[in-house]
């Protein structure tokens, strides 16, 4: 199977590659963790991910595995799709621009309502096409609100806050820029 995947693109502890099943292509991500997140707890966000009844706004993940001392996570591939961060930079209606943000915050209140929470929702984690359709790429950061035990981790809370934060920041920026 190696000899049908090609490299899309490497970040952070991460690569991603384009796998083809059956005539279909997927993403497959292999990593080998990042910062905080070991590789157990990222297994375990994708078991929040299956535990979800409503997944609007989630990139598709098929399967989750560890093997090797890294995570794999065979996910849909968005190939028509480019970062929220490189689309904040260019220039959109400001119909548009509310459309987006309004579904980004649909999607993470959406998960809160599920007692779920993903800690990285920064604009590098999200992909967008030409249409406005908008999927959350890094579930990695996934926890459940079910107790105080899991939301403990004060690292990780900060790092959504911080990024819901930017997230609004950016779209601001952006704001300001189609105004002139």
């Known amino acids: 199977m190696q000899s049908n995947r090609k490299l899309i693109m490497s970040r ?3 690569d991603f590659y384009e796998e083809i099943i059956d005539g279909i292509s997927y993403c497959l991500k292999v990593s080998s963790g990042w910062m905080w997140v070991d590789l157990d707890t990222t297994l375990k966000a994708y078991g929040y991910y299956n535990s979800l009844e409503n997944k609007e706004g ?4 098929l399967d989750a595995w560890k093997e090797n001392e890294k995570i ?3 996910m849909e591939y968005l190939k028509e799709y480019k970062t929220l ?3 904040l930079t260019e220039l959109h209606p ?3 621009i509310e459309e987006v943000f309004l579904k980004i915050f649909k999607t993470l209140s ?3 309502s599920q007692r779920v929470l993903n800690v990285d929702c920064g604009d590098g984690n999200w992909m967008i096409n030409d249409n406005l359709d908008i999927k959350m790429i890094d579930l990695d950061t996934m926890i459940t609100l079910s107790g105080v035990e899991e939301i403990t981790n004060i690292p990780r809370m900060r790092s959504f806050g911080l990024g819901t934060l930017d997230l609004i920041l950016k779209f601001n920026k952006c704001r300001r820029l189609n105004a002139k």
């Open 110 to 112: 959406s998960l809160a």
């Open 85 to 87: 961060r490189l689309w």
């Open 72 to 74: 794999y996570i065979l």
């Open 12 to 14: 952070h502890h991460s």
């Open 94 to 96: 400001e119909e548009e």
């Open 58 to 61: 989630l990139v598709e993940v």
